[in-house]
């Protein structure tokens, strides 16, 4: 006999909560979605993309009760659209206690319009919005709604642009460094590649500036090919490098798996996971030592945390990829965690827009417990001059 649980599973939730009756307060009375345009403090660049503004698709819904839960993804304008055209209709009217089976339903609902990409981010801002209410219903943190795994989240800085002048990189991972964050992380891969020599030169002076105890992270965002990165790998390697992502394109796990055998440092990949069966495809095909995901993209809080479980199933680290207000809480959860990235732009963009963003101690960020849901409170005045009313082919800028 079906139990009640399996029941509710299988149901649409907002015809379940409409016929079942019960537990009226719950149901979400109402979803908002607007989108915010934040020019960089500073033009940005990584091996293989340049942007001056992040945008950021940020989701509100209320219950019944007058509970509020908030959740965004750096992304497309396109993925409000998705939200008011697909996803809002059977959001509205379910029961947020059935977050998981509204999460089944978003993803049915976007079957034919491509779920990987831009339908994805929409599905994660308000699956991270519809599980902040649910733990402000509760009233918990989501940390404790979750289950709490660790107390803390350890982070990395990330920045280190190759727009950036040299001075500019080893102020940046040097001020990491000061302040108790033991690893940071800079771009490599210059102009797509095309100045390898560059690339050592700035690997070296970034060294410099941090002393020998902090770990050296780079990232080239797939700018070189399999033996360049393999000889890259070997110069970054001198200056103490032991953790290098995206060497080659994440779109080819072969080429990545055979640079991570023949690189003397860990190899990391998997910011692009729009599902958590792109990470099992990723850990399948042996090609990272650290698994990535990130939130606002990997179908949300339920599909971050089904990600970080399938690391766990294959005993790897598994690292978070910017978005640190909310990778900061689900971390403590997650069944697996090896650091967080503290990412220059989010970190920024998140200090505007919310009260409640956690600072660093000792290289890490510790929540709250006492404050509801994400700890994160909308500072809806110091955002509103980021509006961003018209639609634009502009993307979500790239990330670490
Ligand atoms: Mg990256």
């Given at each position: 006999m079906p139990s009640k649980t399996e029941t509710v599973t299988a149901a649409r939730p907002g015809e379940r909560a409409k016929d079942a009756?019960?537990?009226?307060?719950?149901?979400?009375?109402t979803l908002e979605v607007s989108v915010y345009k934040v020019p960089t403090d500073f033009p940005e660049a990584d091996g293989t993309f340049r942007w001056q503004s992040t945008t950021v698709v940020f989701v509100e819904v209320e219950s019944e009760s007058g509970h509020r839960g908030i959740g965004y993804s750096y992304a497309s304008p396109a993925a409000a659209t998705v939200i008011n055209d697909l996803l809002k209709g059977v959001v509205v009217g379910a029961d947020v206690e059935d977050v998981r089976a509204i999460w089944n339903v978003m993803i049915a609902g976007v079957r034919n319009i491509g779920r990987p990409g831009i339908a994805a981010t929409a599905i994660s801002a308000i699956d991270i919005a519809l599980w902040d209410l649910k733990a402000s219903v509760h009233e918990l943190s989501l940390v404790t709604l979750l289950g709490q795994r660790r107390a803390s989240v350890p982070i990395y800085g990330s920045g280190g642009f190759t727009s950036y002048s040299i001075q500019q990189l080893q102020d940046q991972l040097a001020g990491w460094v000061k302040q108790g964050i033991p690893r940071v992380k800079m771009k490599v891969g210059t102009d797509w590649g095309t100045r390898p020599e560059v690339d050592v030169m700035r690997v070296r002076a970034a060294r410099h500036a941090i002393g020998d105890e902090a770990e050296l992270f780079v990232d080239a965002n797939g700018a070189y090919v399999v033996k360049q990165a393999i000889d890259q790998a070997v110069y970054f390697s001198q200056s103490g490098v032991t953790y290098f992502e995206e060497p080659v394109s994440s779109d080819h796990l072969e080429q990545l798996r055979f640079v991570r055998e023949h690189a003397p440092m860990n190899i990391a990949a998997g910011e692009y996971a729009y599902d958590p069966w792109y990470v099992r495809d990723m850990l399948n095909a042996q090609a990272v030592d650290i698994q990535q995901a990130d939130v606002t993209r990997c179908l949300g809080i339920t599909g971050w945390l089904q990600a970080s479980d399938i690391a766990y199933g294959f005993a790897l680290p598994f690292s978070a990829h910017c978005a640190p207000a909310v990778h900061a809480i689900i971390g403590c959860a997650a069944s697996t965690l090896a650091h967080i990235e503290y990412f220059h732009d989010h970190v920024r963009i998140e200090r505007i827009f919310f009260d409640g963003v956690l600072e660093p101690k000792d290289g890490e960020l510790r929540p709250d417990l006492s404050r509801p849901g994400l700890g994160l409170e909308f500072k809806r005045q110091d955002a509103e001059r980021f509006l961003h009313t018209s639609p634009s082919p502009a993307g979500g800028g790239p990330g670490g």
């Open positions: 009756g019960r537990a009226g307060d719950n149901r979400v009375r």
